[in-house]
């Protein structure tokens, strides 16, 4: 995670994405993950993205934020992002849970030294 | 993270808790983070949780799914937690952001093979 995402004020909405990878196929799945980040940043209605791999266990939690139910539903029909999908299920994952949520209160902290 | 969460249908609740850490006091940390994650499994209403850290880069994602708001209250006002919430912000934390959400859908993918 390069830094925490700068999200509005609430309500807005969460995709909770929860993983775990296969052991397979490493370098195709990152470069794909890395065009899936950077093609849901340019989606309308995107509001940012934490996302944090630990590459020892194959854990990882990507949570994507959306203005609306809509949004969420536009980058899931997504041509190329279908295709990703697919990929994930064949190759990439061993089991993943993924949650739509709608956040309802946000509270921030920030080291002030 | 041991194993996703395996959470109920929904609607329920979940906290999603973003953070980067400082580079001090690494010791306390992992024991407190773990006696926090053992006494949150205790407390009324808990249905599970989800916790990923980089240990490269220090950014970690923790949620926590909850039966409700006032499950959510009643944990965020435990006296061992509160404790664990200021040393998080004196020592362990460089920044995070908590955000509370209703999940209303959630899927799952498991390998068969």
């Given amino acids: 995670m390069s830094e925490l995402a700068d999200t509005p004020e609430p309500p807005y909405w969460a995709v909770i994405f929860a993983s775990v990878r296969t052991e397979g196929d490493a370098d195709r799945y990152a470069q794909t993950a890395d065009e ?7 989606q309308p209605g995107y509001l ?10 194959g854990a990882g ?5 959306w203005e609306s ?3 969420i539903a536009g980058w899931r029909a997504h ?3 279908k295709t ?3 990929l994930g299920r064949e190759r ?3 089991a993943y849970r993924l949650r739509v949520a709608r956040v309802e ?3 921030t902290f920030e080291r002030s030294d």
Same sequence: chains 1, 2.
């Fill in 36 to 42: 899936m980040m950077a093609l849901a940043a340019e």
């Fill in 48 to 57: 940012g993205v934490e996302s944090v791999h630990d590459a020892e266990t």
């Fill in 92 to 94: 990439w994952y061993r």
């Fill in 69 to 71: 139910e809509q949004a």
């Fill in 61 to 65: 939690i990507t949570v994507s934020y």
């Fill in 105 to 107: 209160r946000a509270a």
């Fill in 84 to 86: 990703a999908q697919r």
């Fill in 79 to 81: 041509a190329d992002h």
